[in-house]
């Protein structure tokens, strides 16, 4: 599969050996929630040149999108957004990962494949916020541009986050949506993805603060459990957590998986209307629980337009427009123009709040 001789790919492999260890104390550990540096004065590798907003965007580049699992739905939808753009420019799509959301392993492997092969960007949503750091460093070391989207790695290990909204209100607004749902009174519990997933432990962090405003002083979370963005573990997570805790009021879902499991679950149990679900879902796998009742609201973005605008990022830094410092601007196609923020980070936009009224509008 490698572009390279055989001698040219010893000698990688050398290399990625004996940056390994260096790399591992210089790089990961940093918080993921919110680091004071950026790319630009990061420990990780940096880019020597300067940014040109006005260079003609390169044809032909290779971009490699690695989601956190490849047979999630919500992931094919963001991938073929970001085919879409990425072809649109002229350029090479492809899509490679593990199918389980806990091979963080396997995500590894694939970045070391992509760095042999040469490919100009990956764009890459981590299972882990740090297992990823030395392979993706290695990648950048290699002239890769490296572009996180979805879930984050820490931010000395990227050029940009591409993130979906802000964490902050992703956060607070599924607590505001299931306090409203339980009448401000009741045990909740969460169910999440795997247990080191960088955007729903984000997102989780800013569910507890928001926990400790006097309005819900009447609400407790008693549980975060964890499905692991399987099917099945989520749906047994769900029944868990109900036969654990009988009085439960609601569970908040922030991942497509798990709340589309625990939907499945309620909907046809006893606990039908009574407990009350919210989250993150996508409005198709959704729609049936809206209309028969189980599930009153829960929220998204656009998983196509986080893919594409991942797209759109990394060409713009394979082509030298940018480098990933905050201020730089670069085109999104038809999303339009972005400004580079914090820590690197690129913000897609605000969620949608889908609920019974507004949900047969929406097709993905
Ligand atoms: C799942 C994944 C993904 C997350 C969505 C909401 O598909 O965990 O990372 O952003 O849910």
């Keep these: 599969m490698s572009l390279r001789t055989a001698p040219a790919r010893r000698a990688a492999a050398a290399v990625v050996a004996a940056t390994a260890l260096a790399l591992t104390v210089a790089a990961c550990g940093g918080t993921t929630k919110k680091s004071t540096d950026n790319a630009a004065n990061s420990s990780g590798p940096k880019s020597s040149a300067s940014a040109n907003p006005s260079a003609a965007t390169k044809k032909g580049l290779t971009i490699a999108y690695l989601p956190k699992q490849v047979n999630n739905p919500y992931f094919t939808i963001s991938d073929n957004g970001g085919k879409k753009a990425v072809e649109a420019l002229g350029e090479k799509y492809k899509e490679v990962g593990t199918s389980s959301g806990t091979d963080t392993a396997g995500q590894v492997s694939y970045v070391n494949t992509l760095t042999q092969q040469q490919v100009n960007a990956i764009a890459v949503s981590a299972q882990d916020p740090g297992a990823l750091c030395t392979a993706l460093n290695q990648a950048r070391k290699n002239g890769v541009k490296v572009v996180t989207y979805d879930s984050d790695t820490n931010a000395t290990c990227r050029d940009l986050f591409i993130s979906q909204a802000s964490a902050e209100d992703l956060g607070r607004t599924e607590v505001q949506l299931m306090a409203k749902q339980i009448g401000g009174k009741g ?60 009085n439960l009021k609601g569970i908040i879902s922030p991942t497509t998986v798990g709340i589309k499991a625990a939907a499945q679950y309620l909907s046809g149990s006893k606990y039908k209307g009574k407990v009350q679900l919210t989250g993150l879902g996508t409005p198709n796998d959704m729609r049936a629980y809206v209309n028969n009742g189980t599930v009153q609201a829960f929220e998204l973005w656009d998983p196509a337009k986080l893919g594409a605008l991942a797209g759109y990022a990394a060409v713009a830094l394979a082509s030298g427009q940018i480098t990933g410092a905050s201020g730089e601007t670069f085109t999104a196609g038809d999303l339009g123009s972005f400004t580079v923020g914090q820590d690197s980070t690129v913000v897609l936009g605000k969620p949608t709040v889908f609920d019974k009224n507004n949900i047969g509008q929406f097709n993905f």
């Design 187 to 246: 045990q909740i519990a969460i169910l999440s993805a795997a247990q080191t997933a960088t955007n729903q432990n984000t997102w989780i962090g800013f569910m507890k603060d928001e926990l400790k405003k006097p309005e819900y002083k009447d609400i407790q979370l008693v549980k975060v459990a964890y499905g692991n963005d399987d099917a099945q573990t989520s749906f047994q997570q769900t029944q868990g957590l109900l036969q654990q805790y009988p």
